[in-house]
């Protein structure tokens, strides 16, 4: 009956150790082949992260320029706290461990009860640490390990020089070598490195941007004209051209291409011009019809290739444009002065046609005063829509497919989701964050092509966190305005370039109890912005002669300035009633008092989200689509409802096959459990011991068989 006992006590023993830690013999890793690779300090370049989305778990390799240890976290916010964290290192003799930790603050981290991460193996030279490793993207730890979901994480990064003390749990967070980085880790392998000496390129760059000092927001844009090109190629993906000491700066790139007759004749004029401050009266009026994206940057993208079915056209005669427009958001917040810039892009083409020509879409919320987040909103939600009177006539009756997107706010965005509604149901989103960051807007790669048909509506949600605001926040192109725009790549390409919504300004000056305004000269202008007015037409009426020989005649025209949206709101002052009156409408809304009421404040969230919103949708050349009603109602839809997702414990699934083996011995003062353990990239031996007294004794043994 004691053997027996201790037979049990010494088995429960082993799994209870078993669970604590994760071990292996260092040996060179087997050759693996990761779909993406990032610098996670991309200034040091000490921390090199490899990883590869599985449908069930993922495979992530480490390389640390270390011979201590090395930690990787995923963190809610970009902080220690609540972040669930692997740790390893290498020991002198050989061994490999890993174990799975999880933080509650700024202090060194707890071993978890349950391990959730495989190591598959790792090794040490005379300079680095490289560690490989699985992990579920569910796992059954609820308690300790954050579950990853379809969102933007933030990594949490750090190494030390020397190895932990087995007995003291390793310090962690007060550190110099330790950061943040927001990635997208679920994102599916595309080719970026066949991006080189294959294809041929096209360099489209600023032409040496002075940023103002007393300008914070600048927005500049330069006109470009393709290569001389024989035949028709396709524009198969690009690389972002910044300098390294200008990335503080640039916030953002697109590059559009322009439509409209007789380009030539409008545009060749401006083909190798500096260029000049976009949306201002600086800007020629026939720029304003290159509003198709061809290619769209943000903060933290490297780059994208095209799948390899789908290419961009470019040239008039092949379904594209011959001419296109480098738009470049700078953003100086502390007023520098010497900066210059000629940060661009790297275009990538070919005249190996792929089989379909692709375009890109734009969706979302009109940039204008009506996307209007209060201050103090811990969670404020914007609708932008794209209708389905806009996809039935915009369309082709096969409809179009999905291959990415890209999600775009400013600072106060938290969470975006783009829904997709057919017939009164709402199908899987398309694409959801729901911890979107401002400095990682990075192209994603869906899982799988979605079809939109004619007749679909796509409505892009953006929640925002105004809570440290002490105003109002607007739409606006200024970092500290905001925005809500998703923009879609998709083929076959089609005429539809622009899928848009906003809100009716009434909807704001009714709730504040507006009635009237007095009338304006540039209330007109006003109501044109907003959408309410139809939309100026472009193309034939542009007259580019006439607004050159304004600009020459005016030098004041050509020095930059901050362009406010918003400002406009302050030409509206109200006739009635009178305890408002001779008020403008921007004063209102800036007054504290105006937001104190909070349900009040809540149901004008409610009304901008669910009354008829003013449609926007445009072709080519920003063209308004004929027989699209201008103003469309929010339609009613039975909600997706996401199905249950399983967890996978122990991280088994995904990891090499293990054979092993245990043998329990005894001797007249222990009990001794080895243990061995067969994978491809190790044998693991492992002994543990308990006293005859039945008091365990800890230190675990591991060996290379």
């Not at 020629?284 to 079915?309: K, Q, V």
């Not at 990075?442 to 966190?465: I, K, S």
């Not at 004929?626 to 414990?649: H, L, N």
Request: charged share 20%.
């Amino acid at each position: 009956m004691v053997l027996l006992q201790r037979n049990s006590l010494c088995l429960l023993l082993w799994y209870f150790l078993e669970s604590f830690i994760n071990h292996a013999v260092a040996q060179d890793l087997p050759p693996h082949h990761f779909a993406h690779r990032r610098f996670l300090d991309p200034r040091q370049q000490h921390y090199f992260l490899l990883w590869t989305p599985g449908e069930d778990v993922l495979t992530i390799e480490l390389q640390v320029a270390t011979l201590g240890w090395v930690g990787l976290g995923f963190s809610p916010s970009g902080g220690m706290g609540g972040a669930d964290i692997v740790m390893a290192w290498v020991k002198e003799d050989g061994t490999v461990n890993l174990q799975d930790y999880h933080a509650t603050g700024n202090s060194a981290p707890v071993l978890d009860t349950s391990q959730d991460y495989e190591l598959l193996g790792g090794s040490q030279n005379d300079t680095h640490t490289t560690i490989r490793f699985t992990r579920p993207w569910r796992t059954c730890d609820q308690e300790h390990d954050m579950q990853l979901e379809d969102d933007t994480l933030r990594l949490i990064w750090a190494f030390h020089s020397e190895d932990p003390d087995d007995k003291v749990e390793p310090e962690y967070y007060h550190m110099a070598n330790r950061g943040t980085r927001s990635m997208y880790l679920r994102e599916p392998e595309y080719a970026k490195d066949q991006l080189n000496e294959d294809y041929q390129y096209w360099d489209v760059t600023s032409p040496n941007v002075t940023l103002p000092a007393d300008v914070k927001t600048l927005y500049w844009c330069k006109l470009f004209k393709i290569p001389d090109l024989p035949r028709k190629n396709h524009v198969v993906g690009y690389v972002p051209m910044i300098p390294k000491e200008n990335s503080l700066y640039v916030h953002h790139m697109i590059l559009y291409e322009c439509s409209l007759d007789q380009s030539a004749e409008k545009l060749e004029r401006y083909v190798g011009k500096d260029g000049v401050q976009c949306y201002t009266p600086n800007m020629p009026p026939s720029w304003y019809t290159c509003n198709r994206p061809l290619i769209m940057w943000g903060p933290g993208g490297e780059g994208l290739a095209f799948p390899d079915h789908v290419g961009f056209p470019i040239g008039e005669e092949h379904g594209g444009a011959n001419y296109f427009l480098l738009e470049v958001h700078y953003d100086n917040p502390y007023n520098e002065a010497g900066i210059f810039d000629n940060s661009g892009l790297r275009v990538f083409h070919t005249d190996k046609l792929r089989k379909y020509d692709a375009g890109i879409m734009t969706t979302g919320h009109r940039t204008s005063p009506t996307l209007f987040i209060p201050p103090g909103q811990e969670e404020w939600t914007s609708l932008g829509m794209c209708s389905s009177d806009c996809t039935k006539k915009g369309l082709p009756k096969g409809g179009i497919r999905i291959l990415y997107s890209l999600l775009h706010t400013h600072l106060l965005g938290t969470a975006l989701t783009l829904r997709h509604i057919r017939d009164g149901k709402e199908l899987k989103p398309i694409c959801v964050d729901k911890t979107y960051d401002f400095e990682y807007q990075e192209a994603r790669v869906l899982d799988e092509e979605v079809a939109v048909l004619p007749g679909d509506a796509l409505h892009t949600e953006c929640v925002y966190n105004s809570k440290n605001k002490p105003i109002p926040t607007f739409g606006g192109f200024g970092t500290p305005e905001e925005m809500c725009y998703t923009f879609l790549l998709y083929y076959p390409k089609v005429d539809l370039s622009e899928c848009l919504s906003n809100p009716k300004l009434e909807v704001i000056s009714q709730h504040l109890g507006i009635e009237e305004f007095f009338p304006s000269p540039y209330y007109a202008i006003i109501q044109g912005v907003i959408g309410e007015y139809p939309d100026v037409p472009f193309g034939d009426y542009v007259d580019d002669d006439k607004f050159v020989a304004n600009v020459e005649s005016k030098e004041s025209l050509k020095e930059s300035t901050d362009v406010v949206v918003s400002y406009m709101l302050g030409a509206l002052i109200v006739k009635e009633p009178i305890s408002l009156q001779n008020k403008s409408l921007l004063e209102i809304l800036y007054y504290p008092g105006t937001w104190s009421n909070q349900p009040w404040v809540k149901n004008l969230e409610e009304l901008m989200r669910e009354t008829p919103q003013i449609s926007g949708c445009y072709l080519n050349g920003r063209t308004s689509i004929p027989d699209v009603p201008r103003i469309v109602s929010i339609p009613e839809f039975e909600p997706y409802i996401y199905p249950e997702e399983s967890c996978q414990p122990n991280s088994k699934t995904g990891a090499p096959e293990a054979k092993t083996s245990t043998k329990v011995s005894y001797t007249d003062t222990e009990a001794v459990i080895t243990t061995t353990t067969v994978t491809d990239y190790a044998t693991i031996i492992t002994v543990s011991r308990i006293g005859a007294d039945g008091i365990p004794r800890f230190g675990l043994q591991t060996d290379r068989s």
